[in-house]
């Protein structure tokens, strides 16, 4: 796994465009998640749409079961034990699962409950902030894929 994320950091960084282009979609995309959210809960509360407390408590929950699970793994972040230099500075420690893929993810699916083609951007988006935590560095492949499977796994499971 060392030799993937040296090979990809090092193609990365020998085009300074795309390297920017990472930087920047992992700064902003995480911003159109956390934007989009509170207006799919407006519109889903003046819809009176039956779908607004779980709107609300879905993504509550895999936010806390995601970080309860860092604290007690406290998997060491692919910077921590590999030799490679992330494309931006970050903690050390509390990797998996990725708290951001988890959040983007909850959150997309919760978008459909509002409008479908708000689903579908903010799951193009969620993909978009997974992603850019392994090209940036800063997350192994499973603490994103384990962030998604546990954010499927919040929004289908029935907690009644």
């Known amino acids: 796994m060392e030799h993937f994320y040296q090979s990809m950091l090092a193609y990365i960084r020998q ?3 795309l390297e920017k282009t990472i930087l920047f979609l992992t700064e902003y995309c995480p911003y159109i998640t956390f934007m989009i959210y509170p207006c799919v809960l407006i519109n889903l509360w003046l819809t009176h749409n039956p779908h607004f407390i ?3 408590l879905r993504p509550c929950i895999a936010f806390i079961i995601v970080t309860i699970f860092r604290k007690i793994v406290n998997r060491p972040r692919p910077y921590d034990h590999m030799d490679i230099k992330p494309l931006k500075g970050h903690k050390h420690g509390e990797s ?3 708290r951001h893929s988890v959040s983007a993810c ?3 699916l919760i978008c459909f409950y509002a409008n479908t083609y708000i689903g579908i951007f903010a799951c193009i988006i969620a993909i978009i902030v997974s992603l850019t935590r392994i090209f940036s560095g800063v997350h192994h492949i499973s603490d994103v894929f384990a962030a998604i499977i546990i954010a499927i796994l919040c929004f289908i499971i029935d907690f009644h």
């Open 96 to 98: 998996f699962p990725s």
């Open 106 to 108: 909850i959150i997309a």
């Open 54 to 56: 779980e709107a609300i």
């Open 15 to 17: 085009r300074p465009r």
